[in-house]
């Protein structure tokens, strides 16, 4: 009898402890998905290609093609500058200047050399899409004068298509998933903690 008595009452234990558990878990995962809302920011990326080549015809083709390709680092560098950033902005709108510095919108642009090619991915990301479009368009356009400028060895600057509204990526952080997740983890880890506590109090001790 007393065997019996004994597993029904940890039995009652355990189970009173898995309830406790997945309560505590449950309201860790609230309060993440909860966090997450309250700090969720959209922000809209805006992409634009361009490229720096040569005529590569002759003899020294090869090493011409080598060589624009060696400098592609070189022009994505210019296209991240302040000088390019000043000259974008004077070509945006009134409503535009005012809510941009040169500043800011040299921190907005992002360059991307893609690998073995001349093309250079130029991006930039704000709370608007309209914006980022708005900008990735005249910071191309100021890098495509600026680069000429300042390289004047360099090749034919090719500007691709516009960017486009529709063409737009959202990026929505921090992510509400993985904020629920991590806050039902730490539910559950001190849900354990707490119950571990109390079952050690009330029937150990």
């Keep these: 009898m007393n065997s019996k008595l004994t597993i029904n009452s940890i039995s009652k234990v355990i189970f009173r402890n898995i309830i406790l558990i997945m309560l505590i878990t449950i309201v860790g995962g609230v309060l993440g998905c909860l966090y997450a809302h309250h700090k969720k920011q959209t922000s809209y990326e805006a992409n634009r290609y361009m490229m720096v080549e040569h005529d590569y015809t002759g003899d020294y083709a090869n ?3 080598m060589a624009d390709l060696s400098l592609t680092k070189t022009y994505a560098k210019i296209i991240d500058s302040r000088d390019v950033a000043e000259q974008a902005r004077k070509d945006l709108p009134t409503n535009l200047k005012k809510k941009y510095s040169a500043k800011d919108i040299q921190a907005m642009v ?3 050399p893609i690998d073995q090619s001349l093309v250079i991915k130029v991006g930039t990301m704000s709370g608007s899409a309209k914006d980022s479009v708005k900008i990735v368009n005249s910071v191309t356009n100021a890098a495509a004068k600026e680069i000429k400028e ?5 090749g034919t600057v090719k500007l691709f298509s516009k960017a486009r509204l529709s063409d737009t990526v959202s990026h929505t952080s921090p992510s509400t998933k993985k904020y629920t997740l991590l806050g039902a983890a730490v539910g559950f880890l001190i849900g354990m903690v707490i119950a571990f506590s109390i079952t050690t109090w009330k029937h150990l001790i």
């Design 63 to 65: 090493e011409q093609a």
């Design 150 to 154: 300042m390289a004047p060895s360099a």
């Design 110 to 112: 992002n360059t991307d």
